[in-house]
């Protein structure tokens, strides 16, 4: 028998074991078990068979590392057939996560058993493909084709009693799944019940497919998966027979599984995992962290405190006047008003984090007993500094100090305290209660044991967390900077910062340069640019467009005009027509005759650029690997999930092809197209940014 399926014999039940830790991924050796079990119960002349799981959880699903690799017999579409057409009767008993595949076994099984805490999901859009192991024919069966439409083609994953109300499984019971499932198979046995296929059932009703089809690819703003899916839930009520349906959904699985889309979804679902997985961090302990200090209230600050404080940790926050406490607090408390309208927490919960888990004060004493702090403040160095030297005299030993500076040095911080060991950077995204993306800055004497506590505090604030080095703007801002650069180019030799927007947003992201500036404030990026201009290099272009708009005050959002004209109550601006006069004066005084490009080409500028930047963050080792890179840009700037991030699009498109169009912009402005050195010796050496990930 297979070691990944463990086979016993309990009176006329034959039990099939999974133990494939973690997680019970259908995996070729769990495959082969399973048709091995099912054949030998058959033919020792068992009348029922039990499958359930070892450990954590019945099968989690297919096993996701094989895909894009041949497959290999048993198939899992045919493996599923083989069990829900056995003579015996199959029950399923759940725990853990059913999903994908994992929840096809089940809906193949003839009846289904689930612990109450088991979750179940149909999540495969989510890694670009679809359930292709009979779920998208089997589930509409139970559940209905609008519930299954729902559950399929968002990925979500529903409770056991979720389920039971939707009659994907049959029955709840608390206890060991191995006991439950064997009780329930033998009072199925007992009373003797029928062997019940789900694709012996009738087809599902009907629905509006069409429109279920388009309101998937809105949503799904470039992705794939989720239409696709609509079209084989469609076959389970169209096709002629559940034969025919299951053909559909064969089709329609395989030009997923061929597509990029599926790449760079995986990529993503493995890189999301990796990001926190440091050679460096190898048996190191972080220091324990039960509770946190916060240096400023503003929206950064108070966010920062929010989400520590629907991570269960106390917080004390310092402000420097009365009205900076009260500003501070009203943030927070609105903060979490939030939450509690979505059902994030309870009123008893908001009550407690309100009162006696927050604390808001002027005195840096209140911060005596902390284990970790955030400075949040004005980002200006001399201001930094002098916090972190007041907090060097009243924090107790041992405790982080962290910093949430955007662009700033972080070694010249932490050499304002006698300890630069602890001292270490922490780069949350606004609203930072709401954003996935903690970049961990490691500074130059900032020990493991220090960075070890970064990343165990951003899995306790469910961040993504990526280690950084130091360069200004770290990896994200860095990076941001030089593809904002590129659309501000070519908007100065002719296209519009509409088109630009448009074409951004139809790649995926989702909002454009433009839009995204207006909605951060442009005065923000303004001071930026004032702050670089003395030791800008004076071969470096300078759009003036953007500073022309700033000085007759108009900052976006805020000002209610900048690239967009944003009428009160109305969502979404409208073009701002005095734009293309202050780019057609910047255009005349700079002597730049005005061109059309197509959209293909401003995409492909966007992203060079942002590739090229990338590969350098990389090559000097400001990120660790490519895929560090592709998660900031996921978690903190919106980039399409399905591309997998910025490197792995560049690995999709090509590197060889990426690097000569940079040699081509770079004839007309060879300052800012330098090609990264790194691109450069992969594609003399013919080799990809993910075998950097697989080397790292
Ligand atoms: C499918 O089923 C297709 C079929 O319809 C058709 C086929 C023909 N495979 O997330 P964690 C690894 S598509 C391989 O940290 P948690 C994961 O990488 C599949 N590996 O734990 C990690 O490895 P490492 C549909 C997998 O407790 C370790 O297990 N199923 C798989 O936070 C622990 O994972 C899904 O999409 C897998 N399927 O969350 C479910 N799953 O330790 C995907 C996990 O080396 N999985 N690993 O980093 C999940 O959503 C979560 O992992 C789960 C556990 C909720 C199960």
Not at 65 to 85: H, M, N, T, V, W
Not at 222 to 236: F, H, K, N
Not at 356 to 370: F, M, P, R, W
């Amino acid at each position: 028998m297979s070691e990944a399926i463990a086979y016993e014999r309990v009176g006329e039940i034959a039990v099939l074991k999974a133990q494939n830790p973690p997680v019970n991924a259908l995996g070729i050796d769990v495959r082969k078990g399973l048709l091995a079990g099912i054949e030998r119960a058959e033919s020792e002349g068992a009348r029922a068979i039990l499958i359930y799981g070892d450990g954590r959880t019945y099968f989690s699903g297919a096993d996701i590392r094989e895909f894009g690799k041949p497959p290999q017999d048993p198939y899992l579409p045919d493996l599923c057939s083989r069990i829900e057409a056995s003579p015996l009767i199959v029950v399923s008993s759940m725990h853990g996560t059913a999903l994908g595949g994992g929840l096809e076994v089940a809906l193949s099984s003839h009846y289904r058993i689930a612990v109450p805490a088991a979750k179940m999901g149909l999540p495969e859009v989510n890694l670009g493909i679809l359930p292709g192991a009979g779920g998208t024919q089997r589930l509409p069966r139970l559940a209905g084709s609008e519930a299954a439409l729902e559950m399929i083609t968002t990925g979500r994953h529903i409770g056991a009693a979720e389920a039971l109300d939707k009659r994907i499984i049959d029955r709840i019971e608390a206890g060991e799944p191995r006991e439950i499932g064997l009780a329930y198979a033998q009072e199925l046995l007992d009373a003797g019940a029928p062997r019940r296929a789900v694709g012996e059932m009738p087809a599902p009703g009907m629905v509006d497919f069409d429109a279920a089809h388009k309101a998937a690819l809105k949503k799904g703003r470039g992705q794939l998966s989720p239409a696709a899916a609509v079209r084989a839930v469609q076959a389970a009520a169209e096709a002629e027979d559940f034969g025919a349906g299951l053909k559909r959904e064969r089709e329609l699985f395989q030009e997923l599984m061929a597509s990029p889309q599926r790449q760079g979804l995986v990529h993503a679902f493995f890189s999301e995992r990796a990001v926190g997985k440091l050679p460096e961090l190898a048996g190191i302990a972080p220091r324990e962290v039960a509770s946190m200090g916060v240096i400023g209230g503003g929206t950064m600050g108070a966010g920062i405190a929010t989400a520590a404080l629907l991570a269960g940790l106390p917080v004390v926050l310092i402000e420097m006047t009365d009205a900076g406490v009260a500003a501070a607090r009203g943030r927070i408390e609105g903060n979490l008003k939030g939450a509690l309208m979505r059902g994030k927490i309870t009123q008893t919960q908001y009550g407690q984090l309100t009162g006696e888990a927050l604390t808001v004060a002027t005195d840096y004493a209140a911060l005596g007993q902390v284990d970790l702090v955030v400075e949040a403040v004005f980002e200006d160095m001399g201001v930094k500094r002098e916090v972190f030297g007041k907090l060097d005299s009243h924090c107790k030993p041992g405790v982080v100090l962290a910093t949430n500076t955007s662009y700033l040095d972080v070694d010249d911080i932490a050499a304002a305290t006698s300890r630069p060991g602890d001292v270490i950077g922490l780069h949350f995204f606004s609203p930072a209660h709401v954003m996935k993306l903690l970049e961990i800055v490691v500074a130059a004497q900032t020990t493991p044991e220090v960075l070890a506590t970064g990343f165990a505090l951003g899995k306790r604030l469910k961040k993504v967390a990526v280690r950084s080095g130091i360069c200004d703007g770290f990896i994200g801002n860095r990076i941001m900077n030089t593809y904002r650069k590129a659309a501000e180019y070519v908007v100065l030799d002719g296209a519009s910062p509409y088109q630009v927007d448009k074409v951004v947003t139809d790649f995926g992201f989702p909002m454009g340069p433009f839009a995204m500036g207006d909605l951060a404030g442009l005065d923000i990026n303004w001071a930026a640019r004032k702050r670089r201009a003395p030791t800008r290099d004076p071969r470096e272009r300078v759009p003036r467009f953007y500073e022309m708009l700033c000085e007759g005050g108009d900052f976006g959002q805020k000002t209610g005009k900048g690239f967009y004209i944003y009428e009160d109550g109305k969502r979404g601006g409208v073009p701002n027509p005095q734009v293309a006069e202050l780019i057609a004066e910047d255009q005349e005084q700079q002597g730049i005759t005005p061109r059309a490009f197509s959209d293909a080409e401003v995409l492909r500028r966007y992203m060079c650029a942002m590739v090229n930047e990338a590969a350098k963050v990389v090559g000097e080792g400001i990120a660790r690997r490519p895929l560090d890179v592709d998660m900031v840009m996921l978690f903190g700037f919106g980039f399409p999930r399905f591309w997998g991030g910025p490197l792995k699009w560049a690995d999709l498109q090509g590197l060889e092809g990426i690097l000569a169009d940079i040699h081509s912009y770079a004839a007309e402005d060879g300052f800012f197209w330098q090609p990264a050195p790194l691109l450069d010796k992969l594609v003399s050496e013919g080799r990809s940014f993910e075998i950097l990930n697989q080397s790292a």
